[in-house]
């Protein structure tokens, strides 16, 4: 498939997604959203891939939304089409995804960021929620997924100001998992997600969806839930292989069914 708004790419067992609308400083359109899910879609039916990465360019991420697409809409629009309800292409998948973000993520931007499953930001990254200042509100996870992560003293500050956070604020108040030099951003993301990669994916796919149930269940369904799946996975190769490679003193080979 082409994409007009992505450039995809598989290096090795990493599924690589760049969001390519330079001149908007890669706002997110319909199209992209589009795309973004058409992109995903493709990687998760692909046993070939077990990590999926996100990036843009130097100067942004994705600043948000599409201000210029969303200006003339109105509510019944919004309502009519459920606007942006499927825009979580990262968040319903079941693969792990690394948002690797350099320059601005704003709005939508900082959104799509925090839908990916753990955010490795270069030094001159910049976070934040400005939908204030537009009058409206984020409506891609902003006020929810920012609260979870970072709490509410926080949230509210970036929710209610609009302000802009620096990259090692972001760290400091646990958005993002590292912070590295800029130049660097793309071999660390993606020697993590390689890293993830070569792991068992049915353990990989089971993990990240018992830490995303973290947010959602109160702890004794999740410490419930979480047993029922680390037994389950005991019927799997991954657990054979992984057990027998640690006492035979060699790497396991997973062969990801
Ligand atoms: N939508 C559409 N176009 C955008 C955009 C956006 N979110 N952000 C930047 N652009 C465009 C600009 O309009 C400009 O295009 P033109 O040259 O055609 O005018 C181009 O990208 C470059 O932008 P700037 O000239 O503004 O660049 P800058 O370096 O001076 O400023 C910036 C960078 C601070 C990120 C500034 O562009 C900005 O504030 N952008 C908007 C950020 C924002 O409000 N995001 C939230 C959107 S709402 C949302 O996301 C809702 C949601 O929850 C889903």
Known sequence: ????????????????????????????????????????????????????????????????????????????????????????????????????????????????AMQCDLIIAADNARFGQPEITLGIVPGLGGTQRMTRAVGKAKAMDLVLTGRMMDAAEAERCGLVSRVVPLAELMDVAMTAAETIASMSLPAVMTAKELVQRAHELPLAEGLRFERRAFHALFGTDGQREGMQAFLEKRKPQFNRA
């Open 1 to 112: 498939m082409t994409y007009e708004t992505l450039i995809v790419e598989t290096v090795g067992r990493v599924g690589v997604i760049r969001l390519n609308r330079p001149k908007a400083l890669n706002a997110l359109n319909s199209t992209l959203a589009d795309e973004l899910r058409a992109a995903f879609a493709a990687f998760e039916q692909d046993d070939g891939i077990g990590c999926i990465v996100v990036t843009g360019s130097e100067k942004a991420f994705a600043a948000g939304a599409d201000i210029k697409e969303m200006a003339p809409r109105s509510f019944i629009d919004n309502f009519s089409a459920n606007y942006m309800a499927n825009w979580d292409s990262p968040a319903r998948s079941r693969k792990p995804s690394i948002a690797a973000v350099a320059g601005f993520a704003l709005g939508g931007g900082c959104e799509l």
